[in-house]
């Protein structure tokens, strides 16, 4: 004897009811009994839909984790250039046209692409007027430089008059490749669901069948860099002396790790 569903019975059971009303129509209030049937029938038609929408399928929840951690190949270096008195003289200014010429100069000779320097900030004056009035004002100038080789930077910075540099600091760093590990480790934590969804189906005698859903949930850590020195301050006026080395830079690792939670259909 084949066991029904609870949805079979009950549309079984409606449709008993339709019947019975529909005999009922012949010997009572036809104007009653009619309404009463289409409630039926309406009845029948609801429970059919909803034990059609019912998923009954067998199922398995699985999760599979992939992770990586890779070092940093792209760094995005803050550069502050000031005007300087020699010897405390005004008359004998360093002016910053200058000093960014030393920089463009020590850029090119170190093989990098004028593009990748950019122009961040700017404080100073903008007329001659202003320039006038106050001799004196030391103009700062903020670059962005993109690196993928630290030890070009110290090349570079060396280059640069020692006392025009106010400071330099790391503000950013990233992974060239990183669009492409991302996919990677996305389906090697889906390929790790399926593997573990399948010997966990087998062992019970039941083979596994297509995936129903995937939820993605990724964590990805950029740790900032670390210094030898609480700040990095680079040749600067009132910094490291003109001849100090510049301060190493420990970069940590990027981190990624994905989770893919996943249902598949047990046959």
């Given amino acids: 004897m084949i066991k029904k569903t609870p949805a079979q019975k009950m549309r079984a059971f409606f449709m008993e009811l339709a019947y019975l009303l529909h005999l009922s129509c012949i010997h009572t209030n036809r104007s009653i009994m009619k309404h009463l049937f289409t409630f039926a029938l309406v009845a029948l038609f609801s429970v059919s839909a909803m034990a059609q929408q019912a998923d009954l399928r067998k199922k398995i929840n699985v999760s599979g984790t992939a992770e990586t951690e890779v070092t940093p190949d792209i760094i995005y270096i803050s550069i502050s250039l000031k005007e300087y008195l020699k010897d405390g003289n005004s008359k004998k200014?360093?002016?910053?046209?200058?000093?960014e010429t030393q920089l463009y100069n020590a850029i090119q000779a170190a093989g990098i692409s004028k593009e990748n320097l950019m122009i961040s900030?700017?404080?100073?004056?903008n007329t001659a007027a202003q320039k006038k009035k106050n001799p004196d004002f030391l103009v700062s100038k903020q670059y962005r430089l993109k690196?993928?080789?630290?030890?070009?930077?110290?090349a570079i910075i060396g280059d640069v008059d020692a006392k025009g540099v106010a400071y330099t600091n790391v503000d950013s760093y990233e992974y060239s490749k990183i669009e492409a590990l991302k996919k990677e480790l996305k389906?090697?934590?889906l390929q790790s669901?399926?593997?573990?969804?399948?010997?966990?189906?087998?062992?019970?005698?039941n083979q596994l069948g297509s995936v129903l859903d995937i939820q993605e949930i990724n964590n990805e850590t950029y740790p900032q860099p670390m210094y030898a020195a609480s700040r990095i301050m680079l040749r600067g006026n009132n910094a490291?002396?003109?001849d100090a080395p510049a301060p190493e830079i420990d970069f940590k690792k990027?981190?990624?790790s994905y989770v893919m939670n996943t249902v598949f259909e047990i046959k």
């Fill in 121 to 125: 900030n700017l404080s100073g004056y």
């Fill in 254 to 256: 990027i981190k990624l």
């Fill in 240 to 242: 490291l002396a003109e």
């Fill in 93 to 99: 200014k360093v002016e910053i046209n200058e000093l």
């Fill in 193 to 205: 669901a399926k593997a573990k969804a399948t010997y966990l189906v087998e062992a019970l005698g």
């Fill in 147 to 154: 690196v993928t080789d630290l030890n070009k930077w110290n």
């Fill in 187 to 189: 389906i090697k934590a």
